[in-house]
Antibody, heavy 121, light 107 residues
Framework: QVQLQQSGAELVKPGASVKMSCKAF????????IEWMKQNHGKSLEWIGN????????KYNEKFKGKAKLTVEKSSSTVYLELSRLTSDDSAVYYC??????????????WGQGTTLTVSS | DIQMTQSPASLSVSVGETVTITCRAS??????LAWYQQKQGKSPQLLVY???NLADGVPSRFSGSGSGTQYSLKINSLQSEDFGSYYC?????????FGGGTKLEIK
């Protein structure tokens, strides 16, 4: 069955970078984009951007340009989210999800379990 | 960017009641709207896509409606497993913004 497996929790110092992963199982990896979201504690979700493994097309929310970078390792069906110049504002749970645009409009139909990022000295 | 305004922000209800959550877009999103449920400490789960279509496995007590800028999620005969937070999300161009969420609590 379709699963997205995210890497474990991270504790990182301010100013550093972090790279987290989202590994896809149970479907043809190149068929659907992988989406990334940020959720601050107790708050709503923000869409960071997406990466389509079929053609390496990448879209970013303007708010996260310069902060987030999406890359892929097709051999392992994994998409990576790298966050740079970390501050306490980056502390949050980060989710990946499968974007399904075969639905009218679109929907994120499968989600990873989330990666908790804590930025602290 | 399109803004998504959800209401109410929180709701205290009893099992068996019917609830309606609304989502207003800052411009016409032509039914390109999804709803998600998120339980405490868990990932969001897709409930509804294209404003009115239930995702696979979603109970029929859930229903979505709306058009233009106004959308609703209705839950008939609320069950204990329905408590949690609900979010709308538009797909009318990037960034795909989410509503602020509605927290459904047990009365």
């Amino acid at each position: 069955q379709v699963q997205l497996q995210q890497s474990g929790a991270e504790l990182v110092k301010p100013g550093a970078s972090v790279k987290m992963s989202c590994k896809a199982f149970g479907y043809t990896f190149t068929t659907y984009p992988i989406e990334w979201m940020k959720q601050n504690h107790g708050k709503s979700l923000e869409w960071i951007g997406n990466f389509h493994p079929y053609n390496d097309d990448t879209k970013y929310n303007e708010k996260f340009k310069g902060k987030a970078k999406l890359t892929v390792e097709k051999s392992s069906s994994t998409v990576y989210l790298e966050l740079s110049r970390l501050t306490s504002d980056d502390s949050a749970v980060y989710y990946c999800a499968r974007g399904n645009y075969r639905y009218d409009g679109g929907a994120f139909d499968y989600w990873g379990q989330g990666t908790t990022l804590t930025v602290s000295s | 960017d399109i803004q998504m305004t959800q209401s109410p922000a929180s709701l205290s209800v009893s099992v068996g009641e019917t609830v309606t959550i609304t989502c207003r877009a800052s411009e016409n999103i032509y039914s390109n709207l999804a709803w998600y449920q998120q339980k405490q400490g868990k990932s969001p789960q897709l409930l509804v896509y294209a404003a009115t279509n239930l995702a696979d496995g979603v109970p029929s007590r859930f229903s979505g409606s709306g058009s233009g800028t106004q959308y609703s999620l209705k839950i008939n005969s609320l069950q204990s497993e329905d408590f949690g937070s609900y979010y709308c999300q538009h797909f009318w161009g990037t960034p795909y913004t989410f509503g602020g969420g509605t927290k459904l609590e047990i009365k």
